[in-house]
C-alpha cells in the first residue's frame, strides 16, 4: 500500500516570503498525485494535481508543484504568500494497491503566514 | 452549481445516541467516501462505495454504518458502539473506476458528544 510523508507537520513563514511544503510517497510505480487546501472548519479543496506529462504544475492561487519520479516527491511551492494562504495543506496519492479509485492522504502540513 | 452538501454542520450528540449525518452530491459520481478528521491530524477513511448497493469498510469502521441505496446520497450513521465519536467528518465524491481520481470534498459535520 501506499504511504504519504509530509515532512513539515508546521511551516512558519512571513508574508511575502516564499515557501515550500515537502512530500514524498513510498511506490514508484504509476501514480496521480494531489495537493488539497483545507481552511478551519472546512471540507478540502483541491489546488493541483498531477496526472501525467509536465512535471511541474501549476495550481490555484499562485501555487505550483513539481512531481520528481526517482525521488518520489511531490513538493509545493509558492514564490511569495500571503496571509490567507494561512490554512492546513494536504498531500495525496492514488493507491491502486486497494480496491476502488483511492487515495492515500498525508498527515498534514500547517502553514502559518505572519504578517 | 454542482457539488456535495454535507448537513448539518453543527452536531450534537448524548453519549449512547445513534446520529446520522448526511451526504448529498449532484455530480453524477460513482464513488463516495467518509473520513474522520481529529484535531491536528490527517484524514482517516471510515468508509466508501464504488457503486449504488455496494459499500466497504475503510481504516476506521468499527461503530460506524453506512448505506447507499441512491447514487447520490451516502449517509454515514454514527452509532453508540463508537466510543470517540467527536470529530469532524468529511464526505467526498469521485469519479470512480481507472483515471483521474480526484475527489471532491463536502464542507463537513463537526459531531461533538455530550
Known amino acids: 500500500a501506499q504511504s504519504v510523508t509530509q515532512l513539515d507537520s508546521q511551516v512558519p513563514v512571513f508574508e511575502e516570503a516564499p515557501v515550500e511544503l515537502r512530500c514524498n510517497y513510498s511506490?514508484?510505480?504509476?501514480?496521480?498525485l494531489f495537493w488539497y487546501v483545507q481552511y478551519p472548519n472546512q471540507g478540502l479543496q483541491l489546488l493541483l494535481k498531477?496526472?501525467?506529462?509536465?512535471?511541474l504544475v501549476k495550481g490555484i492561487n499562485g501555487f505550483e508543484a513539481e512531481f520528481n519520479k526517482s525521488q518520489t516527491s511531490f513538493h509545493l511551492r509558492k514564490p511569495s504568500v500571503h496571509i490567507s494562504d494561512t490554512a492546513e495543506y494536504f498531500c495525496?496519492?492514488?493507491?491502486?494497491?486497494?480496491?476502488?479509485?483511492?487515495?492515500?492522504f498525508g498527515g498534514g502540513t500547517r502553514l502559518m503566514v505572519k504578517p | 452549481d454542482g457539488g456535495i452538501t454535507q448537513s448539518p454542520k453543527y452536531l450534537f450528540r448524548k453519549e449512547g445516541q445513534n446520529v446520522t449525518l448526511s451526504c448529498e452530491q449532484n455530480?453524477?459520481?460513482?464513488?463516495m467516501y467518509w473520513y474522520r478528521q481529529d484535531p491536528g491530524q490527517g484524514l482517516r477513511l471510515i468508509y466508501y462505495?464504488?457503486?449504488?448497493?455496494?459499500?466497504q469498510k475503510g481504516d476506521i469502521a468499527e461503530g460506524y454504518s453506512v448505506s447507499r441505496e441512491k447514487k447520490e446520497s451516502f449517509p454515514l450513521t454514527v452509532t453508540s458502539a463508537q466510543k470517540n465519536p467527536t470529530a469532524f467528518y468529511l464526505c467526498?465524491?469521485?469519479?470512480?473506476?481507472?483515471?483521474?481520481?480526484?475527489?471532491?470534498f463536502g464542507p463537513g459535520t463537526r459531531l461533538t458528544v455530550l
Open positions: 498531477y496526472l501525467s506529462g509536465s512535471t
Open positions: 467526498a465524491s469521485s469519479i470512480g473506476g481507472p483515471g483521474d481520481n480526484e475527489q471532491f
Open positions: 495525496a496519492v492514488s493507491d491502486w494497491s486497494r480496491a476502488g479509485n483511492m487515495l492515500t
Open positions: 462505495s464504488q457503486i449504488v448497493n455496494d459499500f
Open positions: 455530480l453524477n459520481h460513482d464513488a
Open positions: 511506490s514508484s510505480v504509476s501514480v496521480y
